[in-house]
C-alpha cells in the first residue's frame, strides 16, 4: 500500500485516519503527523472547506454505519502548495471475521489533469460549434474513406436546399452532377 500510485487512507470507526499512504501524503503535502489520529473537521480547513468536510463526514458516518461502499465519487481538496485538487475517490469497510466493521478502506485518485483537460476539451467542442453553426460559408464534413456527410451547418442548409437531417448519411458525391462524379471523387 506504500507505494502504489494511487492514494490509500484507512479511517478507524469514528472516522479518525489511522493510515495514509506516501501518495497521499505526498499529493496531499502533509505529514503523517498532520493526519493520523485526526478527523476531517480536525484537519480541515485549510485541507477542506467546511461545506465538504460536512459532505464527506456525513458519508463517512453513513458508510460506517451501514457498511455500504461509494465509488468513483469526487471531492476538493487543497493540496502542496495551496493547490485545489480534484480528487476521485472509492471506499468499503472493513471487517473483521464476524463482520463487525472496523472502520474503512479509501482509496484516492487525482484527476485534476483529467478534469483539466475534459474542460478544455469542452470548450474547444462549444467553440468549433459555434464557428460551424454560425459561419456564413457553407460547410460539410464528410467521411473520407466513405463519403457519408457526417455534419452539415444553416449555410450549406441553404446552398443546397436540404436540411441538415436529409444531408446527414447521404453520399457527398449526390450534391454533384451525376456526369462528373468521377471528377469530384
Not at 465509488?71 to 495551496?82: C, D, I, Q, S
Not at 469497510?93 to 478534469?115: A, P, Q, S
Not at 460547410?139 to 441553404?158: F, H, L, P, R, W
Not at 444531408?167 to 469530384?184: D, E, F, T, W
Request: proline fraction near 3%; charged fraction near 30%; aromatic fraction near 6%.
Amino acid at each position: 500500500l506504500k507505494s502504489i500510485p494511487d492514494g490509500v487512507v484507512i479511517l478507524d470507526t469514528r472516522g479518525r485516519f489511522v493510515y495514509a499512504n506516501s501518495t497521499t501524503l505526498k499529493k496531499l503535502g502533509r505529514r503523517e503527523k498532520d493526519l493520523i489520529g485526526k478527523t476531517l473537521s480536525e484537519i480541515s480547513p485549510p485541507f477542506m472547506s467546511p461545506a465538504t468536510v460536512k459532505i464527506m463526514s456525513g458519508r463517512i458516518k453513513n458508510r460506517l454505519e451501514t457498511g455500504k461502499s461509494i465509488t468513483n465519487a469526487e471531492m476538493e481538496v487543497l493540496g502542496k502548495g495551496g493547490n485545489l485538487r480534484q480528487m476521485s475517490y472509492s471506499a468499503s469497510v472493513v471487517r473483521d471475521e464476524k463482520g463487525k466493521i472496523l472502520g474503512e478502506l479509501v482509496f484516492l485518485r487525482d484527476v485534476t489533469d483529467i478534469k483539466r483537460m475534459q474542460n478544455s476539451l469542452k470548450e474547444a467542442e462549444e467553440k468549433y460549434k459555434a464557428i460551424f453553426e454560425k459561419a456564413y460559408d457553407a460547410i460539410m464534413v464528410a467521411d473520407v474513406k466513405t463519403g457519408a456527410i457526417i455534419d452539415a451547418n444553416k449555410s450549406a442548409e441553404k446552398l443546397v436546399g436540404r436540411t441538415r437531417k436529409e444531408l446527414i448519411g447521404m453520399n457527398r458525391l449526390k450534391l454533384h452532377p451525376h456526369k462528373k462524379a468521377n471528377y469530384y471523387k
